[in-house]
């Protein structure tokens, strides 16, 4: 089985490396502050800017028959999960993508580490709909 598997957080990685250095990054950081630096990235990372690096990967893989989507805690805030989603899916036609996703679902939200609600709608499914208890675990 051809699996395609993107790491959202090291796309995010690769995309801030191509455009500025690191002690660049820290030197903004320093100067103007954790916010003023969040929101800048935010804008180097819009999510055509991270499409079009998994449309990339998408087409050169071949015949992909499966894509795990992962990092997707790791790049959060600078990219949220729901617009990447929303992008991926003209894309991905039929072929099945699994997230792996840090939080909760209840057929309706997800809410990031359990703790943060998000409004957006997903057609999704859990794969295991079970929790596993403190004894099994």
Sequence with gaps: MNVLVIDLYEICLE?????????????????????????????????????????????SGGNIQLMFLTGVGKAWPLV??????????????????????????????????GKFKDANYYRAFRLINEKISENEG
């Design 15 to 59: 995309l801030l490396e191509d455009k500025i250095s690191t002690e660049k990054i820290f030197e903004f950081e320093n100067k103007k502050g954790s916010d003023e630096l969040l929101h800048k990235l935010k804008i180097m990372l819009k999510s055509e800017t991270v499409k079009k690096v998994i449309q990339t990967r998408i087409e």
């Design 80 to 113: 949220r999960s729901h617009s990447i989603l929303n992008n991926l899916q003209p894309l991905m036609g039929n072929v099945p993508l699994v997230t792996f996703y840090p939080g909760e679902y209840d057929k309706h939200e997800l809410s990031l580490f």
